[in-house]
């Protein structure tokens, strides 16, 4: 993380290292469990971590007025696989947040796949905050399972 990161950087930069956990925790989880449909989100634990990170990276292009780039959920049944995913993205993601400066914050854009026009600043920090949110939900389910959830401290992470 560069020195001097604004928060903002510094949350994605939280996020990261909470999902990198949540990857890891889930090795001990039975594929079945990983699959199994939930209460309460978007489907599976598996589905939730693809969606994460399929989420932050269509708004990140979003913002970089690049295309979206759809990919199935279909072509990534494994934990590996979603998380070769989750890493390819997340080093685009990291080169572009390298070069944030705090004057892009209230420069609007549109992406097309919602209406209204929106400010970078705002769309980073709703990729925040919904990584945050399916977070909570991962943890609920850890629980149901009896797998300890990972922490959600910000506190210690050295940030």
């Known amino acids: 993380m560069p020195i ?8 994605f930069h939280y996020n990261w290292m909470v999902r990198e956990e949540w990857f890891e925790r889930c090795k001990q989880v039975p594929h079945e469990e990983l699959l199994r449909n939930r209460i309460g989100g978007v489907g599976s634990i598996l589905y939730t971590l693809f969606h994460i990170s399929d989420v932050e990276y269509s708004w990140i292009r979003g913002i970089q007025g690049k295309p979206d780039i759809q990919v199935q959920y279909e072509d990534y049944k494994t934990l590996e696989q979603v998380k070769a995913l989750s890493d390819g993205w997340m080093q685009e993601t990291r080169s ?3 070069c944030w400066s705090n004057e892009f914050e209230n420069e609007m854009v549109t992406v097309p796949w919602t209406e209204g026009r929106f400010t970078k600043g705002e769309i980073l920090r709703h990729v925040i905050a919904h ?3 399916h977070m909570g939900q991962l943890s609920i389910w850890a629980r149901e399972i009896g797998i300890q959830p990972v922490s959600a401290n910000v506190i210690g992470r050295g940030l």
């Open 4 to 11: 001097g990161a604004s928060p903002l950087i510094k949350l």
């Open 96 to 98: 572009f947040l390298d």
């Open 131 to 133: 990584e945050i949110h």
